[in-house]
Each structure stands twice: as structure tokens, then as C-alpha cells.
């Protein structure tokens, strides 16, 4: 997970965003083949712009979305827990299929999971290579972790990165830079000791 800017609002949204919002409330009591009628967040215009502002990856976990599924239109704060929010601009985002299914319709306003697009989260979460950490004592960090469970060691080659996710990878330094300090914790840190000692 990195730091996001929001492109700008993408047109079809200015336009139509209000309309579709209450169609869409107006729809919460019909059966699910109607209601996907006015789900009108995957609009292409949208799904491009999102796209772009994660430069086609996920905005959780940084896959290239086109490596492990097709990309989902993400809710950042769920539609199910807040359905006015569900075609407003700054709660949609772009996710992988294993971080929105890991995340489902979580939502706690007192321990979220980190949102990139607000959440300074290079100073939140520490990287070992691949390997993701968080800063002692951050239970936001934490739960963001584990919720969306972002050390996966099943991950195709070159899914988190542009080049092999291998051990010899990692001791080359070519993956994210690793971030260390007197507050990290090193949880998983002998991971990486352990797997980069057997490169030759």
C-alpha cells in the first residue's frame, strides 16, 4: 500500500452522480437483478479514471490487477453500511479481487482500514522487500494488515512488483525499499533474514 491522489472527478459522475445516488437508494428494497440496474459505479469512464490514479494496481495490496483477477470498483467505506456514499468520488477506488473479498463490508469509524488516499501510510507501515509491517503500537496499521491479509507468500511472479518475487530478488534490493527505524517492529523481519540468507 502506498499514498493516492484522486484524479479528478470524472465527468459522468458530475453529471449524473446525484441522479444515480438516489435511484440507488430508491432501489434498496427491489430484488438484486433491479437493483444492479442502477449500480452505476462500473461506468467505464469511471472504472478508466480509477485506473489511472492507481496506475493499475490495487490500491491495497499493489497487484497488478490484471495478474490475479479483473479489477473491482471498491467502496471504500462500505455501500452496504453507507449507501449514499455508493457513486460519490472520493469512497470509490480501484481493488483487487483478494483484497475486496478479504475486506467485505468492514467498516469501524474508530479503526478503519488505512484509505491510501488520506492515510500517510509510508510512515504507518514498514516494508521488508515485499514483506509489509506496521509501526509499533499503530492498530490501524495492524488491522489494515491482517484484514486485508497483504503478506501473501502464493502470489504469481511479478504480481507485487515488475520483476521476480523471489529471494534472490530480495537480497538484490530491487523490490520497495525497506523502511526500519527505533519504532518498526521486525515481525517480519526474520522472514527476510531467513530468506535471503540462502541466496548464493
Known amino acids: 500500500m502506498r499514498t493516492l491522489s484522486k484524479e479528478p472527478e470524472p465527468q459522468i459522475l458530475l453529471t ?6 438516489q ?13 444492479k440496474k442502477v449500480e452505476k459505479w462500473g461506468h467505464k469512464q469511471i472504472r478508466e479514471t480509477l485506473a489511472t490514479e492507481t496506475s493499475g494496481r490495487c490500491a491495497y495490496c499493489e497487484s497488478r490487477i490484471g495478474h490475479v483477477s479483473y479489477p473491482h470498483v471498491e467502496h471504500i467505506i462500505p455501500k452496504s453500511r453507507r449507501a449514499e456514499l455508493a457513486h460519490v468520488w472520493w469512497n470509490l477506488t480501484t481493488a483487487c479481487e483478494v483484497c475486496n473479498i478479504a475486506k467485505a463490508d468492514y467498516w469501524d469509524a474508530t479503526l478503519a482500514i488505512l ?28 488491522l489494515t494488515i ?14 507485487g512488483c515488475d520483476c521476480l518475487r523471489c529471494a ?33
Open 16 to 21: 449524473h452522480g446525484a441522479q444515480w445516488t
Open 23 to 35: 435511484e440507488y437508494l430508491a432501489a434498496s428494497g427491489m430484488a438484486a437483478a433491479e437493483k
Open 115 to 142: 484509505n491510501p488516499y488520506v492515510d500517510e501510510v509510508e510512515s504507518r507501515l514498514v516494508f521488508w522487500g515485499d514483506i509489509v509491517d506496521w509501526v509499533v503500537g499503530d492498530e490501524q496499521a495492524e
Open 146 to 159: 491482517k484484514k486485508l491479509k497483504l503478506n501473501r507468500f502464493d502470489w504469481p511472479t511479478g504480481v
Open 168 to 200: 534472490r530478488c530480495l537480497s538484490a534490493g530491487r523490490h520497495r525499499r525497506v523502511q526500519s527505524g527505533p519504532s518498526s517492529r521486525s515481525q517480519y523481519g526474520w522472514m527476510l533474514l531467513m530468506v535471503t540468507s540462502r541466496v548464493p
